[in-house]
């Protein structure tokens, strides 16, 4: 069975400290990695996809990578509008995808 | 550009009461759809999706039902609510980026159902 286990489920940091989100997967076959941010009471902002291991992509304060086992959602000198809850998903060629659970970032002025 | 919309954005109704959910993309064709619901704290969890007119596959046995009448309208009913139900309904819709890859996920507004 596919699982995502995304960690920590919470995280609060001041404006300007830089962090980590962390997304670990457990899938057959592997043919792409998502993550969205969901804004509370709306629906999830697609951010990025990765297809294999080593890929990167940045948007803004945002990085995201994959290796075999996991990928690391880096958020680079956060500011108060990236508080949001971070969600990540596989897709494992069923069409449909599989979520975590996500973690709730909160970062403070 | 694509754009999907869901309606109504908020419903409350009570248990045994019958539901009917609405999804439409514009801007796209033939596209996969998909409901999810999402439970407070949880993640999304994939109930029905469908690649084609009338062709829908659910993904986990309840007292939901879907339907796609038409090529960009998606649906989700039930005959008689329960408690249980209650949750947000996400409806997405997915698009091939590159030939076997992947496929990318849009998300709707949602829909806020609470069962009383």
């Known amino acids: 069975e596919d699982q995502v286990t995304q960690s920590p489920e919470a995280l609060r940091l001041q404006e300007g400290e830089s962090s980590s989100l962390n997304c670990s997967y457990t899938v057959s076959g592997l043919r792409g990695l998502f993550w969205y941010r969901q804004d509370p009471g709306k629906g999830p902002e697609f951010l990025f996809t990765l297809y294999s291991a080593g890929e990167e992509k940045e948007k803004e304060r945002l990085k995201a990578t994959l290796t075999k086992k996991e990928s690391f959602l880096h958020i680079t000198a956060p500011k108060p509008e990236d508080s949001a809850t971070y969600l990540c998903?596989?897709?494992?060629?069923?069409?449909?995808?599989?979520f975590g659970s996500g973690t709730r970032l909160q970062v403070q002025p | 550009s694509q754009t999907i919309h869901q309606w109504p954005a908020t419903l409350v109704q009570p248990v045994g009461s019958p539901l009917s959910l609405e999804c439409t993309v514009e801007g796209t064709s033939n596209p996969n759809l998909y409901w999810y619901r999402q439970a407070a704290g949880r993640g999304l969890q994939l109930l029905f999706y469908?690649?084609?007119?009338?062709?829908i596959s659910s993904e986990v046995p309840q007292n939901l039902s879907a339907s796609r009448p038409q090529d960009r309208q998606f649906i989700l009913s039930s005959k008689k609510l329960l408690l249980s139900d209650s949750g947000f309904y996400l409806c997405a819709w997915s698009v091939q980026v590159l030939f076997d890859s992947s496929y990318e996920q849009y998300f709707g507004p949602g829909t806020r159902l609470t069962v009383t």
């Open positions: 469908s690649v084609g007119i009338g062709q």
């Open positions: 998903a596989v897709d494992t060629g069923r069409r449909a995808l599989t």
